[in-house]
T-cell receptor, first 110, second 112 residues
Framework: SQQGEEDPQALSIQEGENATMNCSYK?????LQWYRQNSGRGLVHLIL?????REKHSGRLRVTLDTSKKSSSLLITASRAADTASYFC??????????FGQGTILTVHP | NAGVTQTPKFQVLKTGQSMTLQCAQD?????MSWYRQDPGMGLRLIHY???????DQGEVPNGYNVSRSTTEDFPLRLLSAAPSQTSVYFC???????????FGPGTRLTVT
């Protein structure tokens, strides 16, 4: 069964707007990671946030983690058409196994 | 570094045939995994390995075998292909558990 549930399933915005994606999970984790997948390609790691961290930034990306609510959010600021992709959260538990959510399809219109 | 490489990129099999999906990494990563990706299902873990000679099952291991004789290679064997195994298969590696994972480009498999 999937550990992560992502919301929304699809998001369509205009270039320059911010995009927010949410991820909820069910069991305790060591860390939570966000990945990006362009159509027909493999996944690319974006950012990792550990269970004792609450917020992390990387360029235009901001990730928050609320372990009490078992949820995380990924914010992409000032989005670009090149940000169009699927975004997945993945929780890391015992033995480093990653469990992925179903993903959010982001479309950024020029 | 080439990173994580997978061959073939595309494959069509008939029901009952067997084949091996190849995966190799040149980053000296101990941890390697195989996933399958189906529409609307995200990625599901098939098998993983924490080092040469050590493998374990993931979420959906039935119908697949793996072995890890070297640090670099982690092949996935389909014993008797079924249409339900039509999917995109990704191999991934990471230095140690808890770190970021690097993915290969994927193998698109169709079983007719």
């Amino acid at each position: 069964s999937q550990q992560g549930e992502e919301d929304p399933q699809a998001l369509s915005i205009q270039e320059g707007e911010n995009a927010t994606m949410n991820c909820s999970y069910k069991t305790s984790i060591n860390n939570l990671q966000w990945y990006r997948q362009n159509s027909g390609r493999g996944l690319v790691h974006l950012i990792l946030i550990r269970s004792n961290e609450r917020e992390k930034h990387s360029g235009r990306l901001r990730v928050t983690l609320d372990t009490s609510k078992k949820s995380s959010s990924l914010l992409i600021t000032a989005s670009r058409a090149a940000d169009t992709a699927s975004y997945f959260c993945a929780t890391s538990g015992s033995y480093g196994k990653l469990t992925f959510g179903q993903g959010t399809i982001l479309t950024v219109h020029p | 570094n080439a990173g994580v490489t997978q061959t073939p990129k595309f494959q069509v099999l008939k029901t009952g045939q067997s084949m091996t999906l190849q995966c190799a990494q040149d980053m000296n990563h101990e941890y390697m995994s195989w996933y399958r990706q189906d529409p609307g299902m995200g990625l599901r873990l098939i098998h993983y390995s924490v080092g040469a000679g050590i493998t374990d099952q993931g979420e959906v291991p039935n119908g697949y075998n793996v072995s890890r004789s070297t640090t670099e290679d982690f092949p996935l064997r389909l014993l008797s292909a079924a249409p339900s195994q039509t999917s995109v298969y990704f191999c991934a590696s990471k230095l140690v558990p808890g770190y970021e994972q690097y993915f290969g480009p994927g193998t698109r498999l169709t079983v007719t």
